[in-house]
């Protein structure tokens, strides 16, 4: 059973930002949606409340960052891309300027619709020059990627898990250095963020019926562990990518332009939203529904390597739910 | 021409807040004081303002139908529930899409969607979504992503003007709107082009998510802030359907009119006060609070000991 680490964020970001005066805390209207209440409420001067007013919150977050100071952005995905892009753009990426952007509820963890769910966001900051991408798989990586984030000269997106999160790894997050979760010989298996709980249950289940997974992390976006996945490609009979995110421009996207790249002529299977929005409803359905768990990556591998094995559902058990009704939150979401 | 209803605007006010109520206990939560504020202007602009025809769509919400897309033809909006479109008819944007539960409520008092509509929320595959969705009942437009309602509004109004539609375009804001700098882009916009066609009704409950505004960024004078562009604006007591009655029929010509609906966050839930300054989403921390918020607030909306028998073995 995976040990559930309830709100890791809350005390690492604390933690990490007492000892650094020059980090700051922003929010805008969601601070205890984002972990960050207890923060606002026991240290106030590290903290500035913006509103709920995005684009102003990331040109303010520029102006902070001239002076020396370096501001953590706390808000959901969406908002911290989507409506204030061009002040990302130019009041932060074009300048390099050390923010840090930490956006809570990535993809389809959250209900809360398409206006909620970030689902292209790692397509979009990865084509920004400057910028640097993360994103968390564990209450391990969510407690340790601070250290990493605030050591890049530049601008960093960070994708954060926030709640009940399980921890899947023991050691700290490593800058630019995939995670090597299972070795194996038939299949490499690339997995981001959540996903990554998903393929460790296919893989153990795919072994079981003698196909064994190379199963990779990835937690570092942009850059890439480029020499990692070309090693670990090697001998392999496929490759399979399981993200978070739509299929265009994350890490599906990486595996296949390495792949061109590096003249690698194996078969890639990309799994995640496939140039569609979703919905608003829970993470399970939706994980089902655009087949972001293990059973689509079990049926995946099974079928790009050609096998005849059926896996039934019930061995890919031990599906979390989330608490909608956490006490942790202030806004439904 | 709005469709026969035989209940007052008091009462239609009062069922919404005893829907929210019990969906929020069966819920151990909700957006229940949103309901607290918006219920009096939600039930006078349904019941009186809107000039809506009849529901297109089926009383039981339909299934989610799929995003849209040049080769979905099956997807739609839940603007369906505030009538047909057509020249004479109004328009209605729900701009502060999490107030959704209380928009589904008003929608079951007026006989625009039917009662099982509620259970329908949240729930998986269904379009009665928690944050309203475009084709969630009553929403016609994406605006989850606050503060973009009033813009699309003004687009929509601006067209049916040129297109000499008597019709007018309502939207409903929230306070936190405010904030976003896209709201004063839409009021410039609004007035520089004289779209007089164009009614918002604001819930100024002085709330966000973090607490009470004034905590979090402050709007300073609104309704200075508002009229200083030249539109016309009524602030008004959220709460007296009189005065509301009179702001809403305020219209100037070449002005658009802003109606400042001033409410309190647990107006009709005195017991909510206990919950301030978190009262955003109300979700009970223990089973002792639930019980006497449920008690209390039940007491003051007049609700029985029978009906709350129904509530814990339903
Ligand atoms: C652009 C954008 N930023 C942030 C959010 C998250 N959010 C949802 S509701 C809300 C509070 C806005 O204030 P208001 O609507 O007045 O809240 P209420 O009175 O219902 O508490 C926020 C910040 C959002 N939905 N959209
Ligand atoms: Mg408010």
Redesign the pocket.
Known sequence: MVEIVNRPYASAFETFAVARPEVLCLS???TSSCEVDGFRDRHPDQFLSLG?A?QNMLSFAGGLAMQGFRPFIH??AV?LYR?PYDQLINSIAYSNRKVRMMGFLPGITTPGGI?HQAIEDIAVMRAIPNMTVLETGDATEVETVLEAADAVDGPVYVRILRGQVPRLFSTPFEFNRLRTLSDGDDVLVLTSGICTEEAMRAAAALSGHGISVHHLHASTIKPFDRDGLVAAMRGKKAVVTLENHIITGGLGTIAAEIMAEEGVGIPLRRLGLNDTFAHGASRPYLMKKYRLDAKALVDAIVSVLGHSVTIEESELEAVRLDEVHSSAKA?AL | MAIPNRKSTEEIAHGIRRRVFFHSMRNNGG?L??ACSAAEFLALMYNEVLNLGAPTLPMTPKPFMGVPSASNPDAFTGAGYHGPFAPEYDRFFVS?A??ALVIYSALIEMGRMGEEGLEHFNRDGGSVEMIGAEHSPGMEVTT????QGLSMASGLAWARKRAGEPGKVWVFM????FQ?GQTWEAIAAMNYHGIDNVGVIV?V?S???DGAMSSVLDLGDLAGRVASFGATVQSVDGHDLDVLRKATSAFEPGKPLFVLANTSPFQGMSHLKKRFPR??YVRFKSAEEKQDMQTEIARELGISETELEALAHG
């Not at chain 2, 929230?174 to 709107?177: V, W």
């Open positions: 805008a209207d969601l709920m995005e808000t959901f908002f409506r206006t806004e | 957006y004081s949103q502060p999490h107030y989850g992503s606050l503060a929230s306070d936190g709107e976003e819930d409950n709330q966000q998510c009262l955003h």
